[in-house]
């Protein structure tokens, strides 16, 4: 199996296509909930593109080595969101659905906690492994031989704040006073 590597071109493109796609299924929706943390950039597209409301829910599944050892799910309280209420459509979105767990107790959570509100949701991923027990509504890729996803925001989870810092060479230059 070959790790597939993507740049932020790349990562961008790929939610302008499932953007693209969302849009030519004619389906109206009137809320995105994100999965925090993998899917809240392709959530915060979304929301800017649709001008439609973001929630957020923070799930954890991954950590140990290089953030890659998939442990239980853990789930935050509540959704984080601006609106309300809930909106009775909505659009479900991660970066990836790999093992299909996390988007299956996802979809189970939102109905006992929010059930009331909601009569659709669909999901929405960019990656969508062919070993995932759940198949997600819409999805770019379908990965077949399920390769490990390196995308460009992972250099953030090996660093730390101190290699940020360097050493001062020359005093920064004030444009404004020229």
């Given at each position: 199996?070959?790790d597939?590597?993507?740049?932020?071109?790349?990562?961008?493109?790929?939610?302008?296509?499932?953007?693209?796609?969302?849009?030519?299924?004619?389906?109206?929706?009137?809320q995105?909930?994100?999965?925090?943390?993998?899917?809240?950039?392709?959530g915060d597209?979304?929301?800017?593109?649709?001008?439609?409301?973001?929630?957020?829910?923070?799930?954890?599944?991954?950590?140990?080595?290089?953030n890659?050892?998939?442990?239980?799910?853990?789930?935050?309280?509540?959704?984080t969101?601006?609106?309300?209420n809930?909106?009775?459509?909505?659009?479900?979105?991660?970066?990836?659905?790999?093992?299909?767990?996390?988007?299956e107790?996802?979809?189970?959570?939102?109905?006992?906690?929010?059930?009331?509100y909601?009569?659709?949701?669909?999901?929405?991923?960019?990656?969508?492994?062919?070993?995932?027990?759940?198949?997600?509504?819409?999805?770019?890729?379908?990965?077949?031989d399920?390769?490990?996803?390196?995308?460009?925001?992972?250099?953030?989870?090996?660093m730390?704040?101190?290699?940020?810092?360097?050493?001062?060479?020359?005093?920064p230059?004030?444009?404004?006073?020229?």
């Amino acid at each position: 199996m070959v790790d597939l590597h993507v740049s932020w071109a790349e990562y961008y493109q790929k939610i302008e296509a499932l953007a693209a796609q969302i849009y030519q299924s004619n389906w109206q929706f009137n809320q995105i909930i994100c999965l925090a943390k993998g899917g809240l950039r392709v959530g915060d597209i979304l929301s800017r593109i649709y001008n439609q409301p973001l929630a957020i829910l923070a799930t954890s599944s991954y950590g140990g080595l290089n953030n890659q050892v998939r442990g239980s799910i853990t789930f935050s309280h509540d959704l984080t969101m601006t609106t309300a209420n809930l909106g009775s459509h909505i659009l479900l979105v991660d970066d990836l659905v790999d093992s299909g767990v996390t988007l299956e107790r996802t979809l189970t959570w939102l109905d006992r906690k929010y059930g009331f509100y909601v009569e659709e949701v669909r999901t929405a991923v960019l990656w969508y492994k062919a070993c995932s027990s759940i198949a997600p509504d819409y999805y770019v890729d379908h990965l077949l031989d399920n390769p490990w996803i390196h995308q460009p925001f992972e250099k953030y989870e090996r660093m730390n704040p101190s290699e940020l810092v360097t050493p001062a060479i020359a005093p920064p230059v004030n444009r404004q006073a020229q």
